[in-house]
Structure formats: C-alpha cells, structure tokens
C-alpha cells in the first residue's frame, strides 16, 4: 500500500466516534454513519468532504475507503465489523469488540479470508504514562516481572443503571466487559498469556442485571500474577496500574480529566534496600492516545503486520470475561452472528 494517508469511515458517531474523527487529518474521514441522521451530519460537518449517511452499506461500498471505525453500543460492534471485513475493509473496532468471544471469533474467520487487519481500540496502551512504563519495561530495568495490581473504576451518574450498559443484551455484561478488559489487556500486554483465571463478579449497589465490581485474580503458567479490581460504584474516578519486577517498581496514576493528572513513577530498588531511587514523570496533557493508535492501525495496514492488540488479544479477553460471569452467576451472552 502506498503512503497516502488512509481514507475511513466511521460507524457510530457519538463521544468515541468524535474524538476518533478528531484524531484523523483533513480529507481522511470520508464517511460518517449512524442511524441518527443528525448525528451523522454533525459529525460529518467537522470534516471537510465528509458524507453523513445512516447506511453504512454505502460506505463498505466506495472502493475510496481504507478502513472503517466502528464505535457503536457493544451489541453492533462485532456485526459491523464483520461487514467491513466482508467487504475487505481494514478495521479499528472499538473494545471490547464484541458480546462474546464466539462473535470475534466469526470475524477473525472472515477477515482471515479476506486479510483484513483488524486491531482492537484498547486505546490506553498509548496513553503517555503506560507508554513511559512500557519504555522502562523493555528496558529490562524491573528485572523479572513476579506481578502487577491494577484499579480501575468510576462512579456511575443518576440513572445509569437504566442506561444501555445496564442491559446485557446491548452491553453483554457490566463493569467487567466495560472497564474491565481495559486492566486485562494491560495485564496480558506485560505478562503474557494467564493459564489460570480465578476471580469473581458482583452486583453491590445499582439496580441492574449485570455487575458493577469485578475482583479478578490471574496467573501466567510461570506464577505471575495480575490481581485486578474494577468498580461503578469507585465515587472517586480511579486508575492505577502497579508493575512489580525483582528489580524496581513502576506505578501508574491518573488518565487526565475526572480521574486525575497521568503520571509515572519509576521506584528502583538500591543495593541496601530501604527508601527506593524514584523518578517521576507528570503528564498534564491533552489525551494523544486516539491518535497514537490510529497511527499504529495505519502502520499495521501499511507494513502488513498483525495488529496487536488484535483479534486474537481480543479474543482472550473476552474468554476471561465470561469465565469470570459464569463462575459468578452471571448470563454470558450467547448472541452469534
């Protein structure tokens, strides 16, 4: 493929499919789709060239386009992307992907037909502060890894039990499938592969049939464990990501707005132990991680690269996920495609 910038459509024009647009250069987006005619045309206004439509099959239709976004309630994300990939388009498919990993894995089979890329919108692997912990990471200066401890959560709003991630049919489940996969594939992307899932997940405080905290324990086949907690009902907005090597510590804080300033702590460890050599860095910055990740979607479309996170990291996720629902009581969703 040449060098010329990418040409996308984007499907699903509310808050996500806005800062996805903004992140795109001039002339890039050439559809915009929802089947909210106005929302559409909204969108499509703030981008020069730009055709507002509520069909998406007119955009998989127009051989000018690269790739689609798919930014929608979690029921139609995988439906979507399997008609791009069907149609042998790219795609940048928003977390978690999905209702259920059987849905992903039906599109991993039509995009391998057809070689589509799809990578999976886990957009906090490019935040600044997880992409500092990631440099000191390969760095090798934690030495080996024995665990991480990752916090991720938020206070709901007045009736946000009866919004659309309150009904597992829209959503799949709660908190879990929400924020949830965000720590997962964190989690996943410096340890690796868990063999052993443990964890449970409840519903302590809102009026609805999926959880709202999620307590997840996991384990590399080496012994490396995440424990991972995930919560609506965290009344202060919360982030924090640990890193524990035999070496040195890296703390995560903070993703900018309500859950604070970001910032990465390097704790390294000295010879005598005690009070550790501790560098911090501040990130009081606007949020680059939609560009940053669309710049790596485009990088794996143009050097033919498997995207990672992809179908396969997505895949996993889910199948965490949904262990976790039935050893919990939970209705895993079974929609296929």
């Not at 060098?3 to 996308?8: K, M, N, S, V």
């Not at 070496?247 to 859950?259: E, N, P, Q």
Request: charged residues 20%.
């Amino acid at each position: 493929m040449s060098d010329a910038p990418l040409r996308y459509a984007i499907v699903g024009c509310g808050l996500i499919g806005r800062k996805r647009a903004a992140a795109l250069a001039p002339g890039q987006l050439r559809y915009a789709c929802d089947l909210d005619a106005t929302r559409a045309a909204a969108l499509a206004a703030t981008a020069p060239g730009c055709v507002a439509t509520t069909e998406f099959a007119a955009a998989l239709a127009d051989p000018a386009v690269d790739a689609c976004i798919v930014a929608t309630l979690n029921g139609s994300l995988a439906p979507l992307a399997l008609a791009a990939v069907r149609a042998g388009k790219h795609v940048l498919v928003e977390k978690p992907g999905a209702l259920n990993a059987a849905q992903l894995r039906t599109v991993a089979a039509a995009a391998g037909e057809t070689s589509a890329k799809v990578r999976l919108g886990y957009n906090h692997r490019f935040h600044p502060a997880l992409q500092k912990a990631r440099e000191i990471f390969e760095s090798g200066a934690l030495g080996p890894m024995m665990f991480l401890r990752g916090r991720y959560g938020h206070g709901g709003r007045k009736g946000y039990d009866r919004e659309w991630r309150a009904d597992p049919k829209l959503s799949g489940g709660g908190e879990l499938i929400d924020q949830g996969v965000h720590l997962i594939d964190l989690a996943s992307w410096f340890l690796g592969e868990f063999a052993t899932i443990d964890g449970h997940a409840a519903t302590y405080f809102w009026d609805m049939p999926v959880d709202d905290n999620a307590f997840l324990s996991l384990r590399t086949a080496a012994g490396q464990t995440a424990w991972l907690h995930v919560s609506c009902t965290e009344w202060k907005n919360l982030f924090s990501l640990e890193l524990y090597g035999r070496d040195a510590k890296i703390a995560i804080d903070g993703l900018g707005g309500s859950y604070g300033v970001e910032r990465c702590t390097f704790y390294k460890m000295l010879p005598q132990m005690g009070p550790p050599e501790t560098i911090v860095w501040d990130y009081p910055v606007a949020d680059s991680s939609w560009a940053l990740e669309l710049a790596a979607f485009a990088d794996d479309i143009r050097q033919n690269r498997e995207p990672n996170p992809g179908l396969r990291e997505g895949i996993r996720a889910l199948e965490i996920v949904e262990k976790i629902y039935r050893a919990s009581g939970y209705t895993v969703n079974s929609s296929s495609l």
